[in-house]
Every structure is written in C-alpha cells, then in structure tokens.
C-alpha cells in the first residue's frame, strides 16, 4: 500500500527542515491532537494515538538535506515513511511525505483511511512550521 501527502510549502531551508526533522523529538509537534503518548529512545520514538495501537519508528535512513526515511520497528507492520525534501530557495523547501507498507488487503482496506489522515496531518503540521 502506497500513500501520499500534498506537497507542502515549508518557511524554512532544506538545510533547516532536515536538521529539525533528524531530531526525533521534534516529530512530536508535528503529532496529531489525538496523540496520547510520545517517547524518543535514540534513534526511534514510540508514539501512540487514541484509539490506535503504539507504534515505533526507527530512523533508517538519512540523505542529507533531501531525504529521511522511517521504518516501522515490528515486523507485524512492515512499513517506511519517507520525507522528501526539496529546496525551493534559500527559505524555502518544498516537503511531501510518502507512506509505503506490505499489508495484506483487508489490513490495508481498514486501515487506508485513518493512516492518509494522519500523514495529512503531519504534513499539515510541517507547513506551520
């Protein structure tokens, strides 16, 4: 399943936004209201939202200024969550999120919805930065 946000308009270099983002404690912000938990340990962070399973997000990877890319600590949800990062100028950087999982197709079915809004919110939430 492959989902994806708008692009987003970020006030803020490439530079600036992959330096913010790579520090994972700031993801908290970018949380929807219906956050209930959020812990960082390392290069992960725990969150849960109501009504949803915790979840674990490792930092996998990091291209600097352009990309990072997140994957689902458990294997039961296999899954990454990619940031790509454009500069538009020197202030500016144009941001989308893409959401990639192997589910099987009634997982996929239920949980399509809740999942693009909430990467519609964290990206919502970036361009407010």
Known sequence: MNLETQKVTVQKSSKDIFEFLTKLDNFEGLMPESKE??????DSFIFG???MPEI?????EKVEY????????SSKLAFTLTLDINEVDENSSENQL???GDFN???AM????????????????????
Not at 37 to 42: I, L, N, R
């Open 37 to 42: 938990k959020f812990e960082v340990d390392g």
């Open 49 to 51: 939202l109501k009504g």
């Open 56 to 60: 674990r997000l490792v930092l996998k």
């Open 66 to 73: 352009s990309k990072i890319v997140l994957a689902a600590a």
């Open 98 to 100: 893409f959401f990639n």
């Open 105 to 107: 197709p009634m997982m």
């Open 110 to 129: 239920m949980i399509k919805k809740p999942l693009q809004s909430f990467i519609n919110t964290l990206s919502e939430n970036m361009a407010k930065l």
